[in-house]
């Protein structure tokens, strides 16, 4: 068995903010980009997107020619948006795309009093507002943009770096992976507790139940193996066109799996995971940069336990063989 405590000391850039009992691990659930995978450099994307469909509105056509539409926008500043996706990290994409598409109906005054509440309430980090009381219509047209919008979010991502990142990877995986992570997902395993990833990326699998797509390209080029038994037991995340935000598939593994959440170690650089873990009585871990003051001050803000600015000196400091 494994057990987590925090130590007598704390390592060099190691901060604890909200102090625990020791607790037996069981099960981890880990976001992947921006906690173990640095190949996705998506806050510029995400701004460009979201602030070019805020300041312009919704363009017209296949996620193809939106991405074109917006591609000519380029180099401007939506420096809102790029506030929005620092704040809105581990969101569902769908919720991000959403946020762009309200902010748009300020544009021709269509906005609604439901309309500027949902705007605040996603920047605090909400996701679900199906009882809001807006029509069927609106919400179903809603949801159509924001699916095309994400699409569209994905062709320029892929274009606009990750591709290229990818590619490195492949030569070089250890360049792309956060300091120690692989070192920390094997300890774990090989302790008994069983890994999974857990991502607002959407996660697809073909009809023999293997997972495909683009996060899973960037999880095989950095050597993580999934599957029953291996290095990650399972790989959860949401689709195109249906949010799942990340504490309901928390939810579903914690019912499939019979787990109480005080023995689930929540591994996540976004507010929507730590949130969650703390919501569900899990230990949380926040992996930031050290520059990254402002993520640090909504981390602590959700009383995340601990901080980390990688994962090296966290095994040895803070687990323990029973």
Same mark, same amino acid.
């Given at each position: 068995m494994l057990q987590i405590q925090v130590p007598e000391k704390l390592s060099s850039g190691i901060e604890l903010v909200t102090p625990f009992d020791p607790a037996d691990i069981v099960c981890a659930?880990?976001?992947?980009?921006?906690?173990?995978?640095?190949?996705?450099?998506?806050?510029?994307?995400?701004?460009?997107?979201?602030?070019?469909?805020?300041?312009?509105?919704?363009?017209?056509?296949?996620p193809e020619k939106i991405a074109e539409a917006i591609r000519c926008h380029q180099g401007e500043d939506f420096s809102e948006a790029h506030r929005f996706a620092i704040e809105s990290a581990g969101l569902s994409a769908l919720t991000q795309m959403?946020?762009?598409?309200?902010?748009?109906?300020?544009?021709?005054?269509?906005?609604?009093?439901?309309?500027?509440?949902?705007?605040?309430?996603?920047?605090?980090?909400?996701?679900?507002?199906?009882?809001?009381?807006?029509?069927?219509?609106?919400? +179903?047209?809603?949801?159509?943009?924001?699916?095309?919008?994400?699409k569209a979010y994905e062709i320029l991502l892929l274009e606009m770096g990750r591709d290229k990142n990818l590619s490195e990877a492949r030569k070089n995986p250890?360049?792309?992976?956060?300091?120690?992570? +692989?070192?920390?997902?094997? +300890?774990?395993?090989?302790?008994?507790?069983?890994?999974?990833?857990?991502?607002?990326?959407?996660?697809?699998?073909?009809?023999?139940?293997?997972?495909?797509?683009?996060?899973y390209e960037e999880i095989q080029a950095l050597g993580y193996e999934v599957g029953?038994?291996?290095?990650?037991?399972?790989?959860?995340?949401?689709?195109?066109?249906?949010?799942?935000?990340?504490?309901?598939?928390?939810?579903?593994?914690?019912?499939r799996k019979s787990l109480q959440p005080g023995q689930i170690l929540v591994i996540g650089d976004g507010r929507s995971e730590i949130a969650a873990g703390r919501e569900l009585g899990c230990l949380t871990v926040s992996r930031l940069d050290i520059q990254a003051e402002r993520a640090r001050e909504i981390h602590r803000q959700l009383q995340t336990h601990v901080i980390v600015p990688d994962f090296c000196n966290f095994s040895e400091s803070f687990f323990h063989h029973k």
């Amino acid at each position: 068995m494994l057990q987590i405590q925090v130590p007598e000391k704390l390592s060099s850039g190691i901060e604890l903010v909200t102090p625990f009992d020791p607790a037996d691990i069981v099960c981890a659930f880990h976001d992947i980009d921006g906690t173990h995978s640095r190949i996705r450099e998506w806050v510029p994307v995400m701004t460009l997107v979201t602030g070019c469909v805020a300041a312009y509105g919704m363009f017209p056509g296949t996620p193809e020619k939106i991405a074109e539409a917006i591609r000519c926008h380029q180099g401007e500043d939506f420096s809102e948006a790029h506030r929005f996706a620092i704040e809105s990290a581990g969101l569902s994409a769908l919720t991000q795309m959403e946020w762009a598409l309200r902010m748009a109906r300020r544009l021709d005054g269509t906005s609604s009093k439901i309309n500027e509440e949902i705007i605040s309430a996603i920047w605090s980090g909400c996701e679900m507002f199906d009882e809001a009381g807006e029509s069927r219509e609106s919400l +179903m047209c809603l949801k159509e943009q924001a699916s095309a919008l994400f699409k569209a979010y994905e062709i320029l991502l892929l274009e606009m770096g990750r591709d290229k990142n990818l590619s490195e990877a492949r030569k070089n995986p250890e360049n792309w992976r956060i300091p120690g992570s +692989m070192a920390l997902l094997e +300890m774990l395993k090989n302790n008994g507790v069983e890994n999974y990833f857990v991502t607002g990326a959407v996660v697809e699998y073909d009809g023999s139940g293997t997972p495909r797509g683009t996060m899973y390209e960037e999880i095989q080029a950095l050597g993580y193996e999934v599957g029953r038994g291996k290095l990650i037991e399972g790989f959860c995340g949401s689709s195109w066109d249906e949010k799942l935000p990340k504490i309901e598939i928390m939810k579903q593994l914690i019912r499939r799996k019979s787990l109480q959440p005080g023995q689930i170690l929540v591994i996540g650089d976004g507010r929507s995971e730590i949130a969650a873990g703390r919501e569900l009585g899990c230990l949380t871990v926040s992996r930031l940069d050290i520059q990254a003051e402002r993520a640090r001050e909504i981390h602590r803000q959700l009383q995340t336990h601990v901080i980390v600015p990688d994962f090296c000196n966290f095994s040895e400091s803070f687990f323990h063989h029973k």
